[in-house]
């Protein structure tokens, strides 16, 4: 499984990162960027942006729409409900940006895509330059899923109004691993699914809360102990909550009863 998280400008390759260069770019395609921008900026993606790791763009696909009206959908040939994206205004905005630089892959955000999963944000993480088209119609013309897009992913076995919230979780579960991103990052080498794992519990100040106390172990100051405590319990959140996540490694390593 490729990891990209470290705390120094080093790629897992050993290549240098150059100051003046992000690790990675990531371009948005949606009808409604207003509803992406502003979560891109806040928080830790957003500092990743200010901080040079990452560049992200959102694009309108209204910018490229046809005539007078900026049209970017139609009736569906066949007849039924809904509006269907059009080809002309997407394949107007890709190509744009691909006239600045070449794309490792585009990928849709659709229920029927593949599910996302940790070791696919890994995968991801490795890219260059990224675009991530966010579909907000009843479907998008097919014609722009065979020629344009290489891959089709889902956040879950559920349907949303639009492809903008799973483009942000994409982008999300991406840009915390570029390095630099998380301030420690321990956090994200750690984190559950990471190791195949789920995370094991964790406790601050107060060490007693409405007569809840954090376990001793954790207050012992024996690194070691805390250690196995961590691993222990965190082999025994995944066997009761998602014991299908347990390898036959985890099993014949005889810490699961
Ligand atoms: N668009 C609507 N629902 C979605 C989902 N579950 N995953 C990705 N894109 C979507």
């Given at each position: 499984m490729p990891d990209r998280q470290n705390?120094?400008?080093?790629?897992?390759?050993?290549a240098e990162r150059d100051p003046q260069q992000p690790w990675m770019r990531i371009d948005i395609i949606s009808a409604v960027p207003d509803s992406i921008r502003p979560v891109l900026e806040s928080s830790i993606v957003g500092r990743a942006g200010r901080g040079g790791i990452v560049e992200m763009e959102v694009h309108n696909l209204r910018d490229y729409g046809l005539k007078k009206y900026r049209q970017i959908d139609d009736t569906p040939f066949g007849g039924g409900a809904g509006m269907i994206l059009r080809c002309e205004p997407v394949f107007a905005c890709v190509e744009a940006l691909q006239a600045e630089r070449s794309y490792d892959d585009i990928i849709f955000m659709t229920p029927d895509g593949e599910l996302l999963d940790q070791p696919l944000c890994n995968t991801l993480s490795m890219r260059r330059n990224l675009i991530i088209l966010a579909g907000h119609y009843k479907g998008i013309d097919q014609r722009i899923r065979d020629i344009l897009v290489t891959r089709e992913i889902s956040i879950g076995n559920y349907v949303l109004t639009g492809g903008e919230l799973p483009a942000l979780v994409l982008a999300d579960a991406i840009v915390r691993l570029l390095p630099g991103a998380l301030g420690d990052a321990e956090s994200a080498l750690t984190?559950?699914?990471?190791?195949d794992l789920l995370d094991c519990p964790h406790y601050t100040k107060p060490a007693e809360f409405r007569g809840h106390h954090v376990p001793d172990v954790l207050q012992s100051g024996d690194h070691a102990a805390i250690e196995r405590w961590r691993d222990q319990q965190a082999l025994r959140k995944t066997r009761e909550r998602r014991p299908e996540l347990l390898s036959d490694d985890h099993l014949n390593a005889g810490k699961v009863q």
């Open positions: 705390t120094d400008q080093k790629a897992p390759n050993g984190d559950s699914f990471q190791s």
